[in-house]
């Protein structure tokens, strides 16, 4: 069956610093993966999502970017963040379904 | 691009008693529509969709409707209880393969009162 990895959990980071959040798949190929990011009392965001190795597509402009060196691994990153980055961020994975989400990460930016 | 409107933002009920959650949505293009339950610090878990084919799917206590020339499609839960206290986040998808670009809602906060 499959799974989708998530971490970490939770972070507290300082304005200005860099970030790398992680998340991988295991169980399928080739599947579409997400990054997600839902704010305090919100809806869910989706910011990028890709079809396939290295093809990232960005919904929203940011100080986010995304990568995915192997197919079945999605990182975000940013390399200064800002207060208003903090959120809960969900990486999310579909093939041919509907997606599933991970555990997510509790970003917090001080 | 899509916008999928939601109401209510707060929703409290008797358990026992119905629950109603209502989504609109402006793309006619959209032809997948998930439901979403998320708990308190925990992942959103889909409950329950319905495609664009369909005008009603149901599930035990759980039913979505859907009416395609309004778009709008709803969320029905029965003899609520507790454990049916969440967060509810409607979605749709327009037309895409498998490549599920879901614009959600901004959720419904449901309360169960024993």
């Known amino acids: 069956s499959q799974t989708i990895h998530q971490w970490p959990a939770t972070l507290v980071q300082p304005v200005g610093s860099p970030l790398s959040l992680e998340c991988t798949v295991e169980?399928?190929?080739?599947?579409?993966l997400y990054w997600y990011r839902q704010a305090a009392g919100r809806g869910l965001q989706l910011l990028f999502y890709?079809?396939?190795?290295?093809?990232i597509s960005s919904e929203v402009p940011q100080n986010l970017s995304a990568s995915r060196p192997q197919d079945r691994q999605f990182i975000l990153s940013s390399k200064k963040l800002l207060l208003s980055d903090s959120g809960f961020y969900l990486c999310?994975?579909?093939?041919?379904?509907?997606?599933?989400f991970g555990s997510g990460t509790r970003l917090t930016v001080v | 691009g899509e916008n999928v409107e939601q109401h209510p933002s707060t929703l409290s009920v008797q358990e026992g008693d119905s629950a109603v959650i209502k989504c609109t949505y402006s793309?006619?293009?959209?032809?997948?529509f998930p439901w979403y339950k998320q708990e308190l610090g925990k992942r959103p878990q889909l409950i329950i969709d319905?495609?664009?084919?369909?005008g009603e799917k149901k599930d035990q206590r759980i039913a979505v409707t859907l009416n395609k020339t309004a778009k709008h499609f709803s969320l029905h839960i029965t003899e609520t209880q507790p454990e049916d206290s969440a967060v509810y986040f409607c979605a749709a998808s327009p037309p895409g393969g498998s490549n599920y670009k879901l614009t959600f809602g901004k959720g419904t906060l449901l309360t169960v009162n024993p």
């Open positions: 319905i495609r664009s084919n369909v």
């Open positions: 793309d006619s293009a959209s032809n997948y």
């Open positions: 999310a994975w579909s093939s041919g379904a509907r997606p599933t």
């Open positions: 169980g399928t190929s080739n599947p579409n």
């Open positions: 890709s079809v396939g190795i290295g093809q």
